[in-house]
Every structure is written in C-alpha cells, then in structure tokens.
T-cell receptor
Framework: GNSVTQMEGPVTLSEEAFLTINCTYT??????LFWYVQYPGEGLQLLLK?????DKGSNKGFEATYRKETTSFHLEKGSVQVSDSAVYFC????????????FGAGTRLAVHP | DTGVSQDPRHKITKRGQNVTFRCDPI?????LYWYRQTLGQGPEFLTY????????KSRLLSDRFSAERPKGSFSTLEIQRTEQGDSAMYLC????????????FGPGTRLTVT
C-alpha cells in the first residue's frame, strides 16, 4: 500500500543532545520524501526533502537520507536546541499523481534546557 | 504575498449545522489541496484542484462535503449536517504547477462540533 510510519513520541531530549526520528514508508517505485515541522500555534512548514534514492536533504542542521534498501528517511540533528521543540511529520508523495502527500502520524519533540 | 491564508481560524458549531471554510492560496499557485488533521494524527488528503478543476477527491470526502474553486483562486470547503466526527483541523495547501513543487500550508481552520 501507500503508507508512512514514524516513531511514536513524545521524544524528550536535553539541549545539545543528538536527535533521531525514524521514518519508513511503503510505496511502489521511488516517491519523493519530505519532513515537515509544525511549531506550536503555527502551520506546517517544509523542513527538508529528497527526490531520489541516496539523496540527502538538509536544512537548519537537520538531515535525512533517502535509503531505498531500507525504505527509510530518518531525521537526524547533531545538537538540538530548545527552539526545535515541535511536531515533526514524515511524508511521501503519492505515486498515483497530482502530488498529494501521505503523512505519518507525527512525532512530538520536546527539548529541555 | 504573506502565504496561504485560511478563514476562520476556529469554528465551533452544533451538530447538524452547515459550515464553510475559505482558503486563499499564494497568488501565483494554481494547485490547491485540502487536508484534514485529527488530534495526534498526520494530515490526510481530502481533495485537489488544478486551477478551477477539481481533479481528485478522497474517499474520506463524504457526500456531506463539497469543495469549490470557482475562479481558480480562493477555494471553499463546505460541510453540511456536521457530525461530531467532523471535528478536526482543516488544512489548505498550494503549490506551483511544475514537477514536485513544494506545498505551502496555511494555518488551518479548527472545527469543533458539539
């Protein structure tokens, strides 16, 4: 089928800790993959994307690598800040057309000083 | 242009009432999407417009739901005879009509059906 599975939250970290949020997908072919972030009280924002296998998306210190062997797109950051506290959504573009997005359930990250 | 806007931001209605939401996309974007997000879940696709044409509707969009984009600019989403299960955040997104263009999301309309 067409689905996205990401690790359940909440994830609670201390400032400067290393972050990994796992994301795996099922799909036919090689869909484009995305991470969106939703800060408290704000709308969804695109954080990074990768459009083909082995691509690495990066932004604001966050990285994710498109791994076709493991159908994964895990989000990582080497040193989180309090301001990174938000809900993170992994998404894939639906293979059937019109570029609609299929989202995971979201992972809430809380970073404490 | 300040991005995608949605109105209202919050709507509380009684079961059985009709509600209508509006989305104003980024002006040069001809693709427009509606999604629904329930608590603790990611957004789910509802429907898609390319200019004024509604090209795809999800099975989630029951007969009580209707969406329009009459002039290819703003869009409305109407829910008739609301039910408590309709309570959710309704998100609008827009993008350019080229390849894998990024979808820009609005702040959403939070609907509560009592």
């Amino acid at each position: 089928g067409n689905s996205v599975t990401q690790m359940e939250g909440p994830v609670t970290l201390s400032e400067e800790a290393f972050l990994t949020i796992n994301c795996t997908y099922t799909a036919t072919g090689y869909p484009s993959l995305f991470w969106y972030v939703q800060y408290p009280g704000e709308g969804l924002q695109l954080l990074l994307k990768a459009t083909k296998a082995d691509d690495k998306g990066s932004n604001k210190g966050f990285e994710a690598t498109y791994r076709k062997e493991t159908t994964s797109f895990h989000l990582e950051k080497g040193s989180v800040q309090v301001s990174d506290s938000a809900v993170y959504f992994c998404a894939r573009m639906f293979s059937g057309g019109y570029n609609k997005l299929i989202f995971g359930a979201g992972t809430r990250l809380a970073v404490h000083p | 242009d300040t991005g995608v806007s949605q109105d209202p931001r919050h709507k509380i209605t009684k079961r059985g009432q009709n509600v209508t939401f509006r989305c104003d996309p980024i002006s040069e974007h001809n693709r427009l999407y509606w999604y629904r997000q329930t608590l603790g879940q990611g957004p789910e696709f509802l429907t898609y417009f390319q200019n004024e044409a509604q090209l795809e509707k999800s099975r989630l969009l029951s007969d009580r739901f209707s969406a329009e984009r009459p002039k290819g600019s703003f869009s409305t989403l109407e829910i008739q005879r609301t039910e408590q299960g309709d309570s959710a955040m309704y998100l609008c997104a827009s993008s350019l009509n080229s390849g894998m263009s990024e979808q820009y999301f609005g702040p959403g309309t939070r609907l509560t059906v009592t």
